[in-house]
């Protein structure tokens, strides 16, 4: 074979194989929108709601406590505009503007956002930490949506989530999933008996969004059994100053501390207290135990003991 007809051939099968390599990337690039797409478009059944929001003073003040000891102002502004978050780096995130929100909406809108983490056309919220407040107490929801009301309203364009091809490819792969408000799925503490019953609703509106939901670890944070080393006067000591036994500070409690936990009655610490040195009696769990807990359906998700 000539050299020419050799170089003739050479060019045509590289001619074919980019564009083979071309089609390949299109179609893939194709396949990551239409599954990415599938997960930000899906619909879920929206709830019915009962809550209605309260005038009264008391209801008012209420739903400020249970907004700062949850956390809400940490990530919607201390007059609840919204500002920047990122939950993921894959998606930089603006919390909602809740008072943009509550002009617009239903008091049962309010309550799906809250406790269900959807949007008023029944999309998945993608940062809102509903798990964590999927059983709260509807007369706290209805004081919550109480103090949102009692803000002035302001009119402002809800902001809308840009889905670039970082985040659509991180969906793809696992890596970023909006919450899911199927209740098979949420976590709750261990149900140590009525006599534990408010330390344990305290423990999970406030401190399962670090701690995970069942209170067993997540990431940085520790399983709360921690709280089993600390003295009564320690344990006032870590939430009110976000102070160690050693009188440290602790780089992650005490912005904590200072924005919310300090805001506790000190009734509520004790509970807490009370709840979590209860907790630590249980026998920890095995891998299998609570793999076979997590995959179990149609039951409400709180831990109890292992068998």
Known sequence: MSAGRFTFFAIRWIGIAAVLAAAARLLWLFYVYLASEAVIER????????????????????GKHWMTVSGCFGCHGDDLKGRMIRSNSALPIWSGDLRAFAAVNTDGDLERAIRHGLTPDARPMWVMPSDTFAYMRDKDVEDVISYIRSLPPRAAPPRVIRFDWTARKAIVAGRLAPKSPKADEI?????????????????????????????TGSGYAPDLNVAAKYTRTQFFQLLYDGRSRAG???????PLARARFR?????????????LLARK?????????????NESAGKKPTAPPPK
């Open 248 to 254: 440290k500070w602790i780089p992650t409690m005490s």
């Open 187 to 215: 976590l709750s503490p261990a149900d140590l008996g009525p006599r534990f019953d408010g330390g344990r609703y305290l423990a999970s509106i406030s401190c399962a969004q670090c701690h995970g939901g069942d209170l």
């Open 263 to 275: 805001y506790f009655h000190d009734y509520e610490v004790n509970a807490i207290y009370d709840y």
């Open 43 to 62: 619909r879920y059944t929206l709830p019915s709601s009962l809550v209605h929001a309260s005038k009264d003073a008391g209801d008012v003040a209420q």
């Open 281 to 293: 009696t249980l026998p920890a769990w095995t891998k299998e135990q609570r793999a076979e807990f």
